[in-house]
Each structure stands twice: as structure tokens, then as C-alpha cells.
């Protein structure tokens, strides 16, 4: 399985910016995909995730301005961020979790800078 990710870039506080990552070989099934974000001298966190049925979860400080979603056809999930503050500057990694197994698959990270 193979990740890619894609969107990142530099965007100024209060902007947008929609990332993608496209799944490529056996996707598990069913599984969960998510986005996590690695800051500078910080841990990986998480930062939302998506169920194969369309369950989500957000990590605290994005709830109400980021906005996971997916496109099973396609084996593709999108984050949508909007209110994008400094803080929220990172690499952003797509992930793939098969629910059975618990193996996973991560894509190659995009950098997302929030800066005026």
C-alpha cells in the first residue's frame, strides 16, 4: 500500500487549504484513515481520522475548523482546514489503519506553514 499526499504549501492566518491523500494497492478493508500533523521538537499527534462507514473524530483544537472527509471509490481522504492558525504549521501524514489486522500505512508527509 502506498500513500500520497498532497496540498500543502504556505497559507496566511484565517486562510484555507484543502489536503488529499490517495491510497494505491491493497487497500485493507475495513480500515480507517486519518491525518496526523508533526510540528517542530513535538510528537506526532492526531489530528482526525474517518471510518470506512464515515465516523469522525477531531483532535480538540481543530474541531469546528477542520473537517476530514472521503471518497471510497477512489480510496482518497481530504482534509479541509480553514481558520488556519500559526499553531497549526506542521507536516501533515496520511494514514491508512486496517481495523482487522491494525496494520498501517503512511504516506510521505506534506508541509502546511501558516505565516503572514
Known amino acids: 500500500v502506498q500513500l500520497q499526499a498532497s496540498g500543502g504549501g504556505l497559507v496566511q492566518p484565517g486562510g484555507s487549504r484543502r489536503l488529499s491523500c490517495a491510497a494505491f494497492g491493497r487497500i485493507p478493508w475495513p480500515n480507517v484513515m486519518a491525518w496526523y500533523r508533526q510540528a517542530p521538537g513535538n510528537q506526532r499527534e492526531l489530528v482526525a481520522m474517518?471510518?470506512?462507514?464515515?465516523?469522525?473524530n477531531y483532535e480538540n483544537s481543530v474541531k469546528g475548523r477542520f473537517t476530514i472527509s472521503r471518497d471510497n471509490a477512489k480510496n482518497t481522504v481530504y482534509l479541509q482546514m480553514s481558520s488556519l492558525k500559526p499553531e497549526d504549521t506542521a507536516v501533515y501524514y496520511c494514514?491508512?489503519?486496517?481495523?482487522?489486522?491494525?496494520?498501517?500505512?503512511w504516506g510521505q508527509g506534506t508541509q502546511v506553514t501558516v505565516s503572514s
Open positions: 494514514n491508512v489503519r486496517s481495523i482487522v489486522t491494525g496494520n498501517e500505512y
Open positions: 474517518i471510518t470506512s462507514g464515515g465516523t469522525t
